[in-house]
């Protein structure tokens, strides 16, 4: 049930991802910053959510948008202050909104002192130990120590004057940590300790199955069942001295595991470990309704056995933004298939995440936001000479990046200052001021529904039952009558038997529920 009061509030929680250096800005600089945060408090108070998580707001060179962090006890100077920081998490909590941090325990930036450390003390090193610096092969060293694959497309290694190379999983100015290493272990518990102490209530763990690497750092074997780094069986042990601090604290960890073995999956959710993980399935699952009753049915069976209630994700930072991703020929999600200039047909993108609004807020457990998600902004196209993101760089330039779904959101059909990415031309008519009183806008029906989840018990964590529906829809009941049925079929249909209709994603038509549209009903 939605009991966001309750200390198992993360179960039912509807979350919403702040990207701070895109969400407001509070000097008109054009970045986003805590100020800015602080202002737009009370919009999220009325948006009905229950928590916020922020994406890395730690000093950082912003070489891979703050997930390159060079000190986690500070803030960016960008951004604000620690005691800016310290303010906003006491000031959302007393509007009900918690506060959960993002915590990237893989790697470091380069311009950490750990790592300047590392570099300037040289080879054999214990500075060194705490990351993964090897010899390199050929006769000359000229050669990198594998071949590993990266998790962003280019190198995983690079070499440093003194000829020796480290590893990084992400760019060059991201340094993978060596988790067998016991001081990499306790610098973490102490950062999640400083964060809890400051009244965070949660943490979100980014890259969770990549820390542990095999130290013989063996080459790659497709087919084989254990991969050199990602989801290795000690990590585990890891996250259950992390689920002791929580503990102390009662706060919660929601993890970014992409895994597609559920049962491996499900390992990080074992009662002593994460509390949560993003659903990556359900994320990536195309506008079908097979395909989504399968990932609904996949994600509820996975769970089960751990006891962890399950999150649902439309988009966030890394991802196509939602409406644009529906309104495609092919309305799934895949890193690798990202390209420039895919048509899409926002009407109908947007129609979709209306109706995907609906249902993944009916859905059991919790939900995750992306900030402006509920403004119903599409992908934007980025100029190439404005493009950021080192995805982008490290494809070779085929991959458009993640800046699309970054662009800082038009709060005013008047921008106010020259954001650092910029705003497509005709995004006034996305603006948070002109869909406030508009009830037929996107920000409305995630307002209303937001506030209808909240209220009815019947939502959050539980239990549902598919009902019988016709080919193409979509129709489960959750608890106190409470159903939620989505019509994906090309032909309008019935409403099941009902008391009272809650919620509706678009218009009906002579009392049918059209093509992708969603409703939510008393029966
Ligand atoms: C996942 C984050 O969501 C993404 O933005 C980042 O680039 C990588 N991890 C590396 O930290």
Redesign the pocket.
């Known amino acids: 049930m939605a009991a966001h009061t309750s200390d198992d509030w993360w179960r039912s929680a509807a979350i919403y991802q702040v990207y701070v250096r895109s969400f407001a800005d509070g000097d008109g600089d054009g970045t986003g910053d805590l100020a800015g945060v602080r202002a737009k408090l009370p919009y999220l108070a009325e948006l009905g959510v229950d928590a916020l998580w922020f994406?890395p707001w730690y000093l950082s060179p912003l070489a891979?948008?703050g997930?390159?962090v060079a000190d986690y006890r500070a803030i960016d100077p960008a951004f604000g202050t620690m005691a800016e920081a310290e303010k906003l998490i006491v000031e959302a909590r007393g509007l009900g909104i918690r506060t959960i941090v993002d915590i990237?325990p893989?790697?470091l930036s380069d311009q950490h002192p750990w790592f300047r450390a590392a570099l300037a003390a040289g080879p054999g090193s214990p500075e060194r130990e705490l990351f993964h610096f090897r010899p390199g092969r050929g006769e000359h060293g000229e050669l990198p120590p594998n071949a590993w694959p990266s998790?962003?497309a280019g190198e995983t290694w690079t070499r440093v004057e003194d000829g020796e190379w480290y590893l990084h999983l992400?760019t060059p100015q991201?340094p993978d940590l060596n988790w067998a290493h016991p001081a990499v272990r306790r610098e973490h518990e102490d950062v999640l300790r400083f964060w809890f102490e400051r009244g965070v209530a949660g943490v979100r763990i980014?890259?969770a199955a990549l820390l542990a690497k095999d130290p013989e750092l063996p080459e790659f074997v497709e087919g084989t069942d254990r991969h050199p780094y990602i989801d290795r069986d000690e990590l585990h042990d890891v996250y259950r001295s992390w689920r002791a601090v929580a503990d102390e604290y009662g706060a919660v960890f929601v993890g970014?595991v992409w895994l597609p073995d559920s049962e491996r999956f499900a390992r990080y959710l074992r009662p002593d470990e994460l509390h949560t993980a993003f659903n990556f399935t359900f994320l990536t699952c195309p506008w079908d309704a097979a395909r989504l009753r399968a990932s609904i049915d996949d994600t509820l069976a996975e769970h089960a056995p751990v006891g962890a209630p399950a999150t649902w994700v439309l988009c966030?930072?890394?991802v196509t933004r939602t409406v644009t991703r529906y309104g495609r020929t092919d309305t799934g999600f895949d890193f690798a298939a990202k390209r420039f200039g895919t048509p899409t047909d926002l009407d109908l993108g947007t129609r979709r995440a209306r109706a995907a609004a609906l249902l993944s807020l009916a859905l059991p457990g919790s939900v995750y936001l992306y900030q402006g998600e509920e403004l119903g902004l599409p992908e934007a196209d980025i100029p190439l000479d404005r493009i950021q993101d080192p995805?982008h760089f490290r494809s070779g330039g085929v991959d458009p990046g993640?800046d699309g779904c970054r662009v800082p959101l038009p709060w005013t059909a008047e921008p106010w200052a020259t954001p650092w990415l910029p705003q497509p031309g005709d995004w006034a008519r996305y603006a948070a001021d002109r869909q406030g009183g508009d009830p037929s806008s996107m920000l409305a029906l995630y307002r209303r529904a937001l506030l209808l989840r909240r209220s009815q018990p019947g939502f959050g964590d539980g239990g549902l039952t598919w009902l019988e529906a016709p080919e193409g829809v979509l129709a489960f009941a959750r608890e106190d009558g409470l159903c939620c049925v989505v019509n994906l079929a090309a032909e309008p249909v019935p409403l099941p038997a009902h008391r009272a209709l809650l919620l509706a994603s678009g218009p009906l038509a002579d009392g049918l529920l059209p093509q992708d549209t969603a409703v939510w009903l008393r029966a």
């Open positions: 994406t891979d948008g997930y390159d990237v893989n790697h998790q962003f992400f991201q980014d890259s970014e966030n930072h890394d995805m993640r």
